[in-house]
């Protein structure tokens, strides 16, 4: 393939390997940052209830959303992707999909949540202390606006753009559905808490298809940030004993199979009305024509560039068979292609596995220290 021809679309070359490199260097870069502001803390005449703050909540997230948001952008300016662009900021979007984002935070609250309390009730047979888990309560009107603008925004931005802008598209190299489902897994991972495991994944499989079904990143901001605004806003509610979250076992396993039929529905109903768009916008994509969710996901987010791209390269790789001299030479080029492509695997499996690896390592690591320091 001819690099330097296709120079300014380096972005579409992007590998699980890329994505893995994003991945580690900003999960590092956001332990590095929070061990630093507990440093500075410690040297500094802050009294230790301060990590009980909302402001000590607020910076440590801040520190994380900076790791996110820095790492992809100093990983393109060293590769050379261009890691902003077709993140669809420009609207080419179906509006109807940002609509239907909003009741589908709903339906993945209602699903998510009794799930999540459920694996939250199960570490804690096994001795795990949530009561150690930093709180993001807030307890007056200052600090709900403070939480809705560091806690639930820029979270929903960041993370975004890093997971779903990035990773999953990195990911997608190897199919669409092992993009969304692997880019949930490590975004669940990546909160290090077993009470942030089971929702953030549904809730990072839905942010994944809503980005590549809608080729933007609109509509999986708005979801995120709904979804932590929800969660802040309740927190709150309750604290001033506005409502109550005690319910009976029964309703919560009503809610939780209305709300995966719900969230179900309705990311049915974003994929078609998707399909629907595309057809209207880019005919040459027959997104009503696309079996299956990995084959529709990549019709509706591949652009003609995209797909261009992909057919320079069939081409160049014709054009190279179609130079060699025998069929000897033909043979060498095509080992030489397999050798890459083998190497290229062997490259992107090890990026999986440093990734959840190192991830798995750390979430352990923090599981165990909290039941120890529990007994």
Known sequence: MREVEFNEKKLLQMRVTDGGAMFLGSYVLKLFLQVAVVIVLAVTDVPSTFSATMAYVCIVTACNELAFLLTPLAYGKIKGYDTVRNMGFGGRFDPWSLLLALPLTVALICMGGPLAQGFTALVQLIGYDISSATSVTPTNAGEL?????????????????????????????????????????????????????????????????????????????????????????????????????????WQYAVMCIVGAAASAGLLAAVIFSSRVHADKTDPEAQASDAKGLGQTLKTLYETPDMREFAQEELRALDSELASAKNEQAAQVILDDRRERARKDKLKDRRALIYSFGFTIVIWIVNFVMNVVGAV
């Not at 993009?179 to 991972?189: G, P």
């Not at 809730?203 to 994944?208: D, H, K, R, T, Y």
């Not at 604290?239 to 076992?249: I, L, N, Q, R």
Request: net charge neutral; hydrophobic share 65%; with cysteine.
């Open 145 to 249: 606006i403070a939480a809705l603008i560091v806690v639930a925004a820029l979270p929903a931005a960041a993370e975004e753009y890093l997971f779903r802008g990035n990773i999953a598209r990195a990911l997608s190299s190897k199919g669409y559905v092992f993009a969304v489902f692997v880019s949930a897994a490590l975004f669940a991972l990546m909160h290090g808490s077993p009470l942030q495991l089971v929702h953030q994944f549904f809730l990072g499989v839905a942010c994944a298809i809503l980005f590549f079904a809608t080729r933007s990143l609109w509509p999986p901001i708005v979801l995120h940030f709904v979804n932590n605004a929800i969660a802040i806003v309740l927190a709150y509610l309750e604290y001033t004993g506005a409502v109550s979250a005690v319910m009976e076992p």
